[in-house]
């Protein structure tokens, strides 16, 4: 019968065991990375930028309130024409695009029933006068109460006279200034078919006219105005605003004397009619006008540029110990480049324009 030694068969498995763990060992050694030993590990360091803001003082100043237009010289002016009497056309001394002189008689009716009238009335006051120059030159003959009666007939005759004479004048239209005829848009002069096309009523000599009619309008060149057309009415600028015109190296002044509607179709705009001082020296080119509208005295301003808005808020960025700070800030009047504020500042604050 064989016996088992348990205690040698313990050692060697424990010997096993150890040889193994020292191959281990062995292995993970052999795998690892060499170290330096004895360097410093570099670490990058970021250092903030300096940041530098240009600022200005917020001065207390006087400021003036100012549109800049661009204006031209120009007619603005037009007077319409029209008849004044229904009738038919005896004589017409106009074409369209002519020059006319105030008191050319540009168009004349025939006035049968008048011109009957001023004979019939020519006849009674021509017999008067001559029985008042009989009375007045044999005064025996007559009383003092038949010569004042042959006086008054005389006098009330030419009034009647005169007051037909005048009423002559409806049926006649004349130019009212010196300028440039121009036939109404629905009016044509011309005899050909081509001109005729599309006008409402043509004028020729024959035709019938109707009272109120239109006959046409003439630009008036009797002065040359300067001309500001502006898209919205400006604000302040009336009757008598002060204008500074200014053309190259030539400056003069002038003053806002009217204003008229511009524009075309639905786009309508405010023209600015401004009538320079005598001798201003300006030629036909362009001119740049400055309306000076209203002055303020010692108010503040700062650069226009330095106002901010968000929405409905207008603010300023001031520099206070080296930090930016928003000012919250109510404009007023803006002239160019400078802003003048309300309420917010009160002078002297640096405030941050970049």
Known sequence: MKTLNIGVSLRIAGSVLIALAAAFFAVGCALKEP???????????????????????????????????????GYPYYEKLSFRQSGTVKELNIE????????????????????????EKKVYLDQAEKTLRTLLSDPGEATSAELELAKTDVEYLRLEYEHLEASAGDYKVTAPCDGLFMADRNTSFGTSIESQRGAQNIILEGAQVRSSQAFGTIADRSQKYILCESDKPLENVNFGTKVTLEQGTVTAHGKVIDTTQGGYGGSRTTVYIIEPEKDHGLSDLPVHCCFDVYAKPDTVVVPTKAVKKSKERRYVELLIDGTKVEQDVETGIVDGDRTEIVSGLSGGEQIIIN
């Open 96 to 119: 369209e695009n002519a020059q006319v002189k105030k008191g050319d008689v540009l168009c004349v009716l025939e006035s049968k029933e008048l011109d009957d009238k001023l004979e």
């Open 35 to 73: 170290q330096e030993t004895g360097g410093e590990i570099a670490v990058p360091i970021f250092e903030a930028a300096e940041i530098t803001y240009n600022t200005v003082a917020a001065e207390v100043d006087d400021i003036t309130e100012r549109y800049y237009i661009d204006g031209k010289f």
